[in-house]
């Protein structure tokens, strides 16, 4: 026997980058610093970053009911806190961290109609889940977004929709 030729095959490893949540579904509001309105500045939960929060026309007018109305698009920009000497999150006289890198844009839609391709597992009821990079390019990640805010039924799965009526009325 001769030569053994092996042939190349183009192995076609689809590399699934983990797109946080479902940008193929819920697409980034290029306007919305624009066109939404900043209602809250909180630090995060987990002690390390600061959330600033948008939400559009259509949330704003509906914040007085219990929920709010289809067409409704909250955004969170996450910044990482600016760490002091000794490690911790500097804060400022409002008791606010103060921002340090910004690092990512996520956004919550409320539709009734999505895509049925959407699996519901994927969304808090209504909610539609996505994050983004700086630049509204999607971003990877690996958490299930609508674990967390899937049992606060009372508050429409938002974290802040107290922070959103008070800033309404
Ligand atoms: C570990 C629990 C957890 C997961 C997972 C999670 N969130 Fe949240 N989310 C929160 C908390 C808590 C807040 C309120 C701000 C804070 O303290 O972090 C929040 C706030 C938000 C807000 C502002 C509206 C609101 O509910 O107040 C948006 C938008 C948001 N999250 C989108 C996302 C997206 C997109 C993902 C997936 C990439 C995600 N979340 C995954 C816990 C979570």
């Known amino acids: 026997m001769n030569k053994i030729f092996y042939t190349l095959l183009a192995l076609s ?3 699934l980058a983990n797109a946080g949540g479902n940008p193929e579904h819920v697409s980034f509001p ?3 610093k624009t066109e939404y309105a900043q209602y809250d500045t909180r630090n995060r939960n987990n002690g390390k970053q600061v959330a600033v929060m948008y939400a559009n026309k259509i949330a704003i007018d509906s914040a007085s009911n219990a929920k709010l109305a289809e ?3 909250i955004i969170m920009e996450v910044y ?3 760490l002091g000497e000794d490690g911790k999150p500097v804060v400022g006289a409002d008791g606010i961290f103060e921002k340090g890198a910004f690092a990512a844009i996520a956004v919550m839609e409320k539709k009734s109609n999505w895509d049925a391709n959407f699996d519901a597992k994927e969304r808090a009821k209504d909610w539609g889940f996505a994050i983004y990079k700086t630049d509204g390019t999607p971003k990877d ?3 299930e977004c609508a674990s967390c805010h899937t049992p606060l039924v009372e508050s429409d799965y938002m974290f802040s929709y107290s922070s959103l009526q008070n800033f309404s009325m």
């Open 141 to 143: 990640n690996d958490l």
């Open 71 to 73: 067409g409704s698009k």
């Open 80 to 82: 990482k806190a600016k």
């Open 13 to 15: 490893i689809s590399v």
């Open 30 to 32: 290029e306007a919305y």
